[in-house]
């Protein structure tokens, strides 16, 4: 039963964290960039690239964190502490309500505005696979504000699962949260358009800001239910 309830938040975690936009925002603009009339195979490689930069980045922050709690706790975090970041994963709930997108009718996010120039200049400017590998790293460690109270809580997770599982785990975890952009890349191959695609994230932001609060409550409760009361 505790293996499936630390799987179960790892996976949690995993889909609050592919709900942040940073990365989805990076590489439509990637495409946007490259993609001229048609697509192209080149673009194809970039795109690819830019989800391992992610990807790895993303697998080396769990992995890291894994280390750095089996370190400081001598295994799992304690109930006393795992408290506090039930707490914190409120507090990020609120957080991406009202911070995480900036008002208008736009998809703009929290990062401020020189940011988000170079950001846009390095995707116009990324013609090689290794300037698409480290944009996607660049994304993925840019997004830690947000993501890393759930690398931490999925991190705790994994280390209270069997050794055999723990890479599978961190695994699952990082394909969680690169999905919405492996659906991005298979929705442009099948012919949908870049302005398709971001009318479709204008048109549902608040649908995505509210499920995003909601999914940092649900695992706040999830956590304080069956790690911080399960002695109780």
Not at 12 to 40: D, E, P, R, T
Not at 109 to 129: G, H, K, S, V, Y
Not at 177 to 189: G, K, R
Request: charged share 15%; hydrophobic share 55%; glycine share 6%.
């Amino acid at each position: 039963m505790d293996g499936l309830v630390n799987l179960f938040i790892v996976i949690l975690a995993g889909v609050v964290h592919a709900g942040l936009q940073l990365g989805v925002s990076a590489l439509l603009l990637l495409y946007h960039a490259n993609i001229g009339k048609k697509l192209k195979s080149s673009t194809k490689k970039l795109a690819r690239s830019y989800l391992l930069g992610v990807s790895l980045f993303t697998a080396l922050a769990v992995a890291s964190t894994c280390y750095f709690i089996l370190v400081i706790f001598s295994g799992s975090m304690p109930e006393a502490t795992l408290a506090i970041l039930t707490g914190a994963l409120m507090a990020f709930a609120i957080a991406i309500w009202f911070v995480y997108y900036q008002r208008g009718t736009g998809t703009e996010l929290w990062i401020p505005r020189r940011f988000a120039r170079f950001i846009n200049e390095r995707a116009e400017q990324t013609d090689e696979d290794v300037e698409a590998f480290s944009l996607g790293m660049t994304m993925a460690c840019a997004e830690m504000p947000f993501a890393v109270i759930l690398i931490i809580t999925a991190a705790d997770a994994i280390l209270c699962l069997p050794q055999g599982m723990q890479i599978l785990a961190i695994a699952v975890y990082v394909l969680t949260v690169i999905t919405p952009m492996l659906l991005l890349n298979i929705f442009i191959e099948k012919g949908r358009t870049i302005v398709e695609i971001q009318k479709w994230r204008v048109r549902n932001k608040n649908f995505i800001k509210i499920m995003t609060g909601v999914g940092f409550v649900t695992l706040a409760i999830f956590l304080f239910a069956f790690k911080v009361l399960k002695d109780f």
